[in-house]
Every structure is written in C-alpha cells, then in structure tokens.
C-alpha cells in the first residue's frame, strides 16, 4: 500500500479501506486484524503464508497490482471468495 493511501484511507467513511494480512497462526492474526483496526483499516485476512503472494507489489489484491485501489472489506470478501472458487474449479 501507498503511504498515500494510508493516510488517505485511515479511517475512511462510511466503510473503512481494507489491510489484508496471511498468517499461518491464528494468534498472530487476532494480534495483527486488531493493530489494522486500531490503524483506522479494516482487516481482511487473505489465507495462510502462502496467500501472502497475492497481496505483495504486483499481486492481484495489491494496490500497485491488478487490483489497483483500496477497497472495502465487502469488496474484499467478494475478491477472495471469487478467486479462491476460480482457483479450486480449475
């Protein structure tokens, strides 16, 4: 994410921007969605580590990637849901 973006989408009304995070332990995620929220973003966890792939430069949930702006966490959940149905179908 941009700094740009960050101190634009901090806080964002009336839905707040997304930070997704992976992690393979749920606790480090519990401590991670809430020091997302706490940053004024809303947290949207995109899998394990090895989704993290997808949400670096250049992924497909990545604002400098195919994704290309932030996005609410309904927005999100579609993108995730879309793809993860995409990637198991084929």
Same mark, same amino acid.
């Given at each position: ?38 940053? #004024? ?5 995109? &899998? ?9 430069? #250049? ?8 994704? &290309? ?20 179908? #084929?």
């Amino acid at each position: 994410m941009l700094a740009e973006s960050l101190a634009s989408g901090a806080n964002r009304s009336p839905e707040r921007a997304v930070l997704f995070y992976a992690t393979d332990y749920l606790a480090a995620g519990k401590v991670v969605a809430e020091l997302i929220a706490a940053s #004024g973003f809303a947290p949207v966890s995109v &899998g394990g580590i090895n989704q993290s792939i997808r949400i670096e430069v #250049g992924g497909d949930l990545h604002e400098l990637g195919k994704l &290309g702006r932030l996005v609410s966490a309904i927005e999100a959940e579609s993108l995730i849901s879309t793809t993860s149905a995409r990637n198991h179908a #084929g």
